[in-house]
Each structure stands twice: as C-alpha cells, then as structure tokens.
C-alpha cells in the first residue's frame, strides 16, 4: 500500500504529465543518440515549449516517412489501403490510444493511407504532448 505522500507524489507526476515527458524525451535520445545528448534534450524542451506557446507540432519520434513505412509494410502489393483490424492494429502498436474506431473508409474495410497517415500523426502528437491541451 502507498502512503499518502506517495500517493501525493504520484497525484502531482501524473497532474503535470511527468511520466510521459520522459518517456518521450528517453525514447527520442535511445533512437536519434545524439552526440551531446544534454544538448539535444534542451532543444527537445524548447522545442515541447514552443509548441504548447504557439499552433506548433511537439517533437515526436514517428515522422511522415515512418508513417508511410508502416503503411508499406502494410499494404505490401501497394493496393493504397488496408482493412480496419490492420489500422486499428497498426495504431495501438505504435502506443496510440486515443483515435477513430470508425474512420473514413471503415464502412468498406479499407483505410486509406492518408486516412491512416491523419490518424496516426494525430494520435502521436496527443499521446507525445506532456501539457494539457
């Protein structure tokens, strides 16, 4: 059982969002490992500030190119969609959590790779944002 300062401390983690601040911050050193890694995280900060000041994307660590490989790996015959269970599948893989389980094109089970690219990208800047929307 957790004491209440524990419980507290937990309380205030999760209120501010300090747990997913620094997963996303530990997960983009692991995979860009950058030669001066205090550096980089003090331009990943700057750069989560900036976003929540002004209409900016946060630092993520999926870009554009990485959703369109996902997709490829997808829809390996290049059909230009793929069915609702590879998309709900493909999302909940990547650590998203929060998206449409009825996206446009579920009504024919096939997702586009735009729609899929939309999704995803949206879901990977809330679950990477560490501030309140």
């Known amino acids: 059982m957790a004491t209440p300062r524990e419980e507290e401390a937990a309380n205030y983690l999760e209120k501010h969002k300090i747990p997913e601040l620094m997963n996303n911050l530990t997960s983009m050193l692991c995979f860009h490992r950058p030669e001066n890694p205090r550096e980089f995280l003090i331009t990943q900060l700057e750069l989560m500030k900036a976003s929540r000041l002004q209409p900016l994307d946060c630092p993520c660590l999926f870009n554009e190119s990485n959703l369109d490989a996902v997709f490829g790996i997808l829809d390996p015959i290049n059909q230009g969609h793929i069915s609702l269970a590879q998309y709900k599948a493909a999302l909940a893989t990547l650590g998203i959590k929060d998206f449409s389980e009825c996206p446009e094109g579920a009504d024919l089970n096939r997702i586009s790779q735009e729609t899929f690219k939309k999704q ?10 560490t501030f309140e929307t």
């Open 120 to 129: 995803a990208k949206d879901g990977l800047l809330k679950s990477s944002a």
